[in-house]
């Protein structure tokens, strides 16, 4: 199986030769496995998924250490995040940059870990599956080919029928993983949530609705977001508001960290019945929204993804910061520019006062192009918009 190039390649060989820890975390199947040992293939590798070795370890840990005085590739560390503790001794009489590879797929509690342990030692980074540059260097797709296949490489690399892959992707890891951290009772309540979910991405996110449609609490459903969010299934993007006079939304909007697997919640099972979907909308949106979230965890910048929504319906689906300086954008799954699609940008321009230098919006034409204060792209170039 070829190897996929990764945009977070040049970030983690740089930090490793300042970290003596770097932790590459991020969903299952987004490539972590297959990106330490491309980078890193002298050192032992080590995999926690395995229940021999995962026991061995944990009956003796300090010899693990000797075993592997060149430091190692350890995966999957977060089924034993006490070993942390036992790294912060030996990479403290070390002192070797890039000793230790970590990977794990639950930031909750590797961050607990790290923050305990590793303070000061270990480059956290986050890993999601492939953003659209990554794909669009091995693949040309349309824009409902993106959305339907989602961007998981193992898809990709071995041409899987994207149903079946996000079937076996949903029974072997989302409901793994969360049957080891949620006392579940009832297994078709959550893939009812689950299903929720998907039909709400891109937009406001009521916790106390989905509870009433669902029949559980409104803290079971807070819970359970949690939960999805710290496996990396969604990412929660929370609202801007500062004090513009207006009365805001302060409600989060969800997203999934793979729209292949949204589309697949919602039913859809073909690229010609998504082209068709009324909430096709909503999930070029979400893929937007995590293209952008990739490209800055790819180069080492914090999320600080932000949207706007007042009272009066006025909305920017996204808004990132650079310096004093706000920078609005508009997602339209359209390919046809409208001048309508301005009108949100202008109110917020208006609004923020000169906080708004420039401006995007995100469209599926083919046409880039100046518009007064905004820059018209095409979804494939967000790349170069770093924030």
């Not at 995966?75 to 890039?98: A, C, M, N, R, W």
């Not at 149903?163 to 080891?180: K, S």
């Not at 689950?194 to 449609?213: D, F, K, P, T, Y």
């Not at 299934?233 to 009365?247: D, H, T, V």
Request: glycine share 4%.
């Amino acid at each position: 199986m070829s190897y996929l190039r990764r945009d977070i390649e040049p970030l983690v060989k740089k930090l490793a030769k300042q970290f003596p820890v770097i932790a590459l975390i991020g969903p299952r199947q987004s490539g972590k496995t297959s990106l330490v040992r491309h980078l890193f293939k002298d050192k032992a590798y080590v995999n926690l998924e395995s229940p021999d070795v995962l026991q061995a370890i944990k009956l003796d840990p300090r010899s693990f250490l000797q075993q592997h005085p060149d430091g190692a590739v350890i995966d999957e560390v977060q089924h034993f995040p006490e070993l942390l503790s036992y790294l912060q001794t030996s990479v403290d009489e070390k002192q070797i940059p890039g000793f230790f590879i970590l990977t794990g797929s639950h930031q909750l509690m590797l961050h607990e870990a790290i923050t305990q342990s590793l303070a000061g030692r270990v480059a956290l980074l986050t890993l999601l599956p492939l953003s659209i540059h990554e794909l669009s260097i091995t693949e040309e797709n349309s824009v409902d080919g993106c959305i339907f296949n989602g961007f998981y490489p193992r898809l990709h690399q071995e041409h899987i029928d994207p149903a079946l892959f996000y079937q076996f992707y949903f029974q072997t890891y989302v409901e793994r993983d969360v049957r080891m951290l949620i006392n579940l009772k009832d297994l078709s309540l959550f893939q009812h949530f689950m299903r929720l979910c998907a039909s709400r991405a891109a937009q406001v996110m009521n916790i106390q609705s989905l509870g009433n449609e669902i029949g559980v609490s409104f803290h079971t459903i807070k819970h359970w977001l949690s939960i999805l969010e710290a496996s990396f299934i969604l990412f929660r993007l929370p609202p801007y508001f500062e004090n513009f006079g207006k009365r805001f939304i302060k409600m989060p909007k969800f997203y999934f960290t793979d729209v292949g697997l949204a589309a697949y919640l919602l039913g859809i099972r073909n690229v010609d019945q998504l082209s068709r979907d009324p909430l096709r909308g909503h999930l070029f949106e979400n893929m937007v929204v995590l293209d952008f979230l990739k490209t800055r965890l790819n180069h080492g910048l914090d999320s600080e993804l932000y949207f706007y929504r007042d009272s009066q319906q006025h909305e920017i689906d996204l808004i990132f910061r650079e310096g004093h300086e706000l920078v609005p954008v508009e997602i339209k799954a359209s390919a046809t520019f409208h001048p309508e699609f301005l009108k949100n940008i202008h109110y917020f321009q208006k609004l923020t006062q000169d906080r708004v230098k420039k401006s995007y919006v995100i469209y599926s034409g083919e046409k880039s192009m100046q518009i007064q204060s905004s820059r018209l792209i095409n979804y494939t170039k967000i790349e170069s918009i770093k924030g």
